[in-house]
Nanobody
Framework: QVQLVESGGGLVQPGDSLRLSCAVSGRTFSNLAMGWFRQAPGKEREFVARIGPSDTVTFYADSVKGRSTISRDNAKKTVWLQMTSLKPEDTAVYYC??????????????????WGQGTQVTVSS
């Protein structure tokens, strides 16, 4: 079993930056691909970013590309999502998730077996 706990959300103004953290326990973290997803009210959960088991393979949704950076530290069993130039449309609950089959390099929520409880990010003036 894998447990994921997100933190770092909050209320920020447009243009601000925010760093979300996800602490992972319960399984060999270095074997997992990790992803960030978000879900706004009334919308489906959508992919934000993904990082492979090492920290060398990453990809991003077009909506956040150039404004966000996903990173991880396997020794600390933590993954981060650094977001800059935040916009009101970035408002959502952000979820950390783990994919036990890294080779598929998936952005599909159903491929991620383990999920955190989510952290709210609100971008508003």
């Amino acid at each position: 079993q894998v447990q994921l706990v997100e933190s770092g959300g909050g209320l920020v103004q447009p243009g601000d930056s925010l760093r979300l953290s996800c602490a992972v326990s319960g399984r060999t973290f270095s074997n997992l691909a990790m992803g960030w997803f978000r879900q706004a009210p009334g919308k489906e959960r959508e992919f934000v970013a993904r990082i492979g088991p090492s920290d060398t393979v990453t990809f991003y949704a077009d909506s956040v590309k150039g404004r966000s950076t996903i990173s991880r530290d396997n020794a600390k069993k933590t993954v981060w999502l650094q977001m800059t130039s935040l916009k009101p449309e970035d408002t959502a609950v952000y979820y950390c998730a783990a994919d036990p089959i890294p080779i598929r390099a998936s952005s599909v929520p159903g491929h991620y077996l383990y999920w955190g409880q989510g952290t709210q990010v609100t971008v508003s003036s």
